[in-house]
């Protein structure tokens, strides 16, 4: 690893905050994305295309919205696959299909490259701290090399297994994700119209059975008017429920509790809240609910 340049393609909101926290760790990164500030905000050297990013590179990140983009910057004219090299590493820290990540391994590996797939959680504000769990698949050799870069990300990162096996246990913990914070989001709202005091809710919640990630790191800040802008967005939170349905139905495996999450994020998207916090969700149902919000501003 000594020595070895970074590059990273897609500064999104967590493409930029990782980027960031590689260059404060003191390793420099080229990046690349279609905003052509984003390198600068985040402290990368700017690329002019992905390709250069790969001719420039010998560990490259990817953060990406889908498979789709993802198979469009990998195999595009011009893209990664045109200019990989024999022993180059790219870790994919997308959400994606597992399918669609095995079959560009498969791509790599004839180039004798090395394509890992490493799912992240944790959101923007993981992302921000270097606090993000990861969710590993792929050669064990290339994963090894990748742990310099990942110390300076996550605390935790979890190998899973083969080539996909990272990209299924996050489509996995994102299905868990969008059910508690839809579910907790409509139990919100009905506890507002019913005259309870939210915080006092909140600590039944957290003190009973129905604790979950939203009712602890999410919910305490939105009631309090703080919807921890930046994060996963609504869209792509649909994005991920209809990855997830994919997969169970390559699996075989009944798919019984995914209408909740899909009407959720896709009414949140048709009322004007896709592309913004999948955390609006709840302003979403409050809207139907009669106009609700959680919190008030006081003048």
């Known amino acids: 690893m000594s020595g070895s340049r970074i590059g990273f393609i897609g500064l999104g909101n967590m493409g930029g905050r990782m980027t960031r926290r590689i260059v404060a760790g003191g390793m420099p990164v080229l990046g ?49 696959l045109a200019h990989i090299r024999a022993g180059q590493i790219v870790a994919d820290m997308s959400t994606a299909s597992a399918a669609s990540t095995r079959r560009l391994a498969d791509l790599f590996a004839e180039k004798g490259a090395f394509y890992v797939d490493a799912g992240i959680s944790g959101g923007a504000a ?6 993000l769990t990861l969710m590993v698949g792929g050669e064990a050799g290339a994963i090894a090399r990748l742990e310099p870069v990942f110390s300076l990300i996550a605390t935790k990162v979890i190998v899973m297994g083969e080539s996909g096996a990272g990209h299924t246990a996050k489509l996995l913990n994102n299905f868990l994700n969008a059910v508690s914070l839809a579910a907790t ?19 039944v919640l957290n003190a009973s059975s129905g604790i979950n990630f939203a009712t602890l790191n999410r919910f305490p800040k939105i009631v309090d008017g703080d919807y921890l802008e930046g994060g996963l967005t609504s869209k792509l939170m649909t994005k991920d429920v209809v990855l997830y349905c994919d997969l169970l139905h390559q699996l075989g495996v009944a798919s019984l509790n995914a209408s909740g999450p899909m009407a959720s994020f896709a009414l949140a998207t048709a009322l004007g809240y896709g592309d913004v916090i999948s955390n609006r969700v709840v302003d979403a149902i409050g809207d139907i609910s009669g106009g609700v919000r959680l919190h008030t501003k006081k003048d």
């Not at 992905?50 to 990406?64: C, F, R, Y």
């Not at 993981?126 to 606090?131: D, F, M, S």
């Not at 989001?185 to 600590?203: F, I, P, S, T, Y």
């Open 126 to 131: 993981a992302a921000e701290k270097g606090t």
């Open 185 to 203: 989001a409509e139990v919100m709202v009905a506890g507002k119209k019913a005259g309870l005091d939210l915080h006092r809710l909140l600590e």
């Open 32 to 80: 690349y994305d279609k905003d052509e500030g984003a390198a600068a905000r985040f402290g990368a050297a700017p690329a002019a295309s992905a390709g250069a990013v790969v001719q420039q590179s010998d560990i490259i990140l990817l953060s990406l919205p889908d498979s789709n983009v993802i198979e469009k910057v990998v195999e595009g004219e011009g893209g990664v």
